[in-house]
């Protein structure tokens, strides 16, 4: 049931999502990767939601719809539909680094910036999307030479409180961006978006995303009852894509032990990564694979349409199971 709750919502809307860029991932260390192997998936998902400064500017009606309505009916949906692996450590995210292009990985720390003579190695703000994060979940600024040594905790830098009882940070904002479109004109992306979200860092045992962001778009967003179920139903989608179902995070999905679907370097980052989609590349025979429908309907008649297709094995069971007839195949969603 948790899964089809999920898959059904993912499935219902058009999508509008943030990727990543390959220097703003990053992984942040929690528990410790043996202790999180021997635990089951009981946690019920606890999201701790921060409002940007953002959702002050709006008018009183548009804030109340956000804050007493909307974030927390999506919160409780999927707080009520998903379970994790219980984590005890409060939440301390990684700061952002000066020079983007190169990072350190040091095994149960925080990510490594590169540190150059007496500059530090961190940038005075760390952001994701459309938020800034606050200076109290962040850690503490870890740098290395550009050489890889002197890994060390910059003198003088201080981590802050973290998140504690939590497993997901989600930070919400409301700023009309240029991914937001209006009423007359299309957005960047193509479309009129009442809301689009996105990941920023994952935990380093699991991989899990457990911090992220949700834009609503105040120009697109409307206070009148008739609205709210569409408006609800777009909040719970795209709040989805920030916990996971993204295409930036197939190459990060897990088998049922626990191990990597896709290859892995030595920081524990897929191999390979496309610049131009800005995600890395997954293992197409246990994650996701492409297959040509030659029976593809469209206004025009018939024709070929290549899909792609979730293949993991708890998909296609769940699929099996509410099919007349089993299938080896998973599904045609789009991705």
């Given at each position: 049931m948790l899964l089809r709750a999920a898959l059904l919502s993912f499935l219902s809307l058009s999508q509008a999502i943030y990727v990543p860029k390959q220097h703003e991932l990053s992984h942040v260390p929690l528990d410790p990767v043996h202790e999180i192997k021997k635990r089951n998936f009981d946690q019920s998902l606890r999201i701790s939601v921060f409002y940007d400064a953002s959702i002050d500017d709006l008018d009183s009606a548009k804030k109340n719809?956000?804050?007493q309505q909307l974030l927390p009916d999506a919160k409780n949906f999927w707080s009520g539909s998903l379970n994790v692996k219980q984590t005890t450590s409060p939440i301390l995210l990684n700061r952002d680094c000066v020079t983007a292009t190169r990072v350190y990985y040091v095994a149960n720390q925080p990510r490594h910036c590169e540190r150059r003579l007496a500059r530090?190695?961190?940038k005075s703000t760390t952001t994701c999307g459309t938020v800034q994060v606050q200076s109290s979940h962040l850690q503490?600024?870890?740098?290395?030479?550009?050489?890889?040594?002197?890994c060390e905790k910059e003198t003088g830098?201080?981590?802050?409180?973290?998140v504690s009882n939590s497993d997901y940070v989600l930070y919400v904002s409301s700023i009309q961006t240029s991914d937001c479109g209006a009423s007359s004109s299309e957005s960047?992306?193509?479309?009129?978006?009442?809301?689009y979200a996105g990941h920023c860092q994952l935990d380093q045992a699991t991989d899990r995303p457990i911090f992220g962001f949700v834009n609503l778009c105040p120009d697109r967003l409307s206070t009148s009852p008739d609205s709210y179920d569409q408006q609800l139903a777009t909040v719970k989608h795209e709040i989805l894509h920030?916990?996971?179902f993204s295409v930036a995070l197939y190459a990060f999905f897990r088998d049922e032990n626990g191990n990597p679907r896709t290859a892995r370097n030595d920081d524990n980052i897929p191999t390979k990564y496309?610049?131009?989609g800005s995600y890395y590349l997954w293992n197409s025979s246990s994650t996701i694979t492409t297959i040509t429908?030659?029976?593809?309907?469209?206004?025009?008649?018939?024709t070929n349409h290549d899909v792609n297709i979730v293949v993991t094995p708890k998909v296609k069971s769940w699929l099996e199971s509410i099919l007349t007839a089993p299938s080896s195949r998973a599904s045609s969603w789009r991705i």
């Open positions: 719809l956000i804050q530090t190695g961190c503490a600024c870890y740098s290395c030479l550009l050489d890889g040594s002197g830098s201080v981590a802050g409180s973290g960047a992306s193509g479309a009129e978006n009442v809301a920030a916990l996971g496309d610049s131009d429908r030659p029976d593809w309907q469209t206004r025009s008649g018939t």
